[in-house]
Structures are given as C-alpha cells and as structure tokens.
C-alpha cells in the first residue's frame, strides 16, 4: 500500500474508471475519453482522483487496487475541481450529460457523516480479487482517519453491486441509507463505519 505514484497513471486511471459502474462512460461518453478524463484528474492537486488523495495497492509487482478517499469536508471543494478539470477534456457538446450525471449523481445519497472519511472511489484489478486488497484499502482508509481525528469511515456503492457490499459489510460497515434509481443510474447504498 501506498500513495499514488504517476508512473501508475494507466492503471490507476483504469481502475479508478472501474470504481464507477460506467458512470464515466455516460459522463465523457467513451472509455477513452473517460480514462483520459481522470489521467488529467490525477495530475492535478485539488481533484477527488488527485495524487494527494489516491492510494494503490500493489500485488505481484503491479498496481491490483486503487482508492480515493479523504476528509469528508474536502470532498466537495474537490468534486467541484473535478469537473472543472475533466470538462476541459471531453468535446463540449457532451458537456449537457456530464453536467446532468454529476448533478444527478450529487444528489443520490445521503451526506455522510462531517467527522468521516470519505472513499470516493475503490476498486481492485479483476486478476487481484479474492486476494485481501479490497480490504488492504479498507483498512488504510481506516489508518488515514485515524491520523485525520476522524471518528468514521464513509462510503457509496450501487445497490446492484453486491460483491463490494459483501466486502463492506465484512469489513464492518452498516448500510445506513439507501437511495432510489434515477434516470437510467441504478440506486445507492450508502455505508459507515464507527471507529473506535
């Protein structure tokens, strides 16, 4: 486990492309265009996928997971850059659809608690699932709220992907919320876990 190093560029773009459930297809419009969107994302410092924020975890010498995450009062100010910065990489007329999906998708869960930490993003390479590093992010998550002062650790999921929700659950996280489909985006789980 470690910080994100841009040497990992690709991979970590990949992955964090994964995280969303083709999300960032619907947002750029293509793989490519999505890919390209969070490389530029994670060059800069004050973005949701910026390297301040992203972690990976590597298996066998590659890069196997990834995750962004961070103090909740910072997630918005990021997410914000976010889509300052990847707008600027996507041809302007599917600006209207992204503009619509990060609306949209703004609104579909509850806030999480203010003392949390954030993962905004997780997801492990499909050739290193079932090998701990789900769960190696989880709990680096867990040791970065620790050093924040942040008493829980919060995240999202789509209601459909139960993989991940089986994963959160064994790791101690409580779904407290859950959020209904909207326009064609499958409904949200939102999760916490207290800490101790």
């Known amino acids: 486990m470690r910080p994100y190093d841009p040497r990992d560029r690709r991979a970590t773009a990949a992955l964090l492309y994964e ?3 083709g999300m960032y297809d619907r947002y750029a419009g293509s793989r490519r265009l999505a890919e390209r ?9 004050d973005t949701t996928a910026s390297a301040r924020v992203v972690r990976v975890a590597k298996l066998d010498g590659r890069v196997a997971g990834a995750m962004a995450a961070m103090p909740f009062d910072e997630w918005a100010p990021r997410a914000h850059a976010f889509l300052r910065t990847t707008l600027r990489s996507i041809p302007p007329w599917r600006w209207p659809a992204a503009l619509w999906l990060y609306r949209a998708s703004g609104r579909t869960g509850p806030e999480p608690p203010t003392a949390s930490f ?30 924040h002062g942040l ?10 992907n139960r993989p991940a929700r089986a994963l959160y659950r064994r790791a101690g996280f409580v779904e407290v919320a859950r959020t209904p489909s909207l326009s064609g985006m499958p409904g949200g ?8």
Request: charged share 35%; glycine share 6%; aromatic share 4%.
């Open 19 to 21: 995280s969303a459930g």
């Open 37 to 45: 969107t969070l490389i530029r994302a994670l060059d800069r410092d």
């Open 118 to 147: 954030y993962v905004d993003s997780l997801a492990t390479a499909e050739e290193s699932r079932r090998r701990g590093v789900g769960r190696a992010l989880l709990d680096d998550a867990e040791r970065q709220a620790h050093e």
């Open 151 to 160: 008493r829980a650790v919060a995240l999202d999921t789509w209601v459909d």
């Open 189 to 196: 789980i939102s999760l916490v876990k207290e800490l101790g």
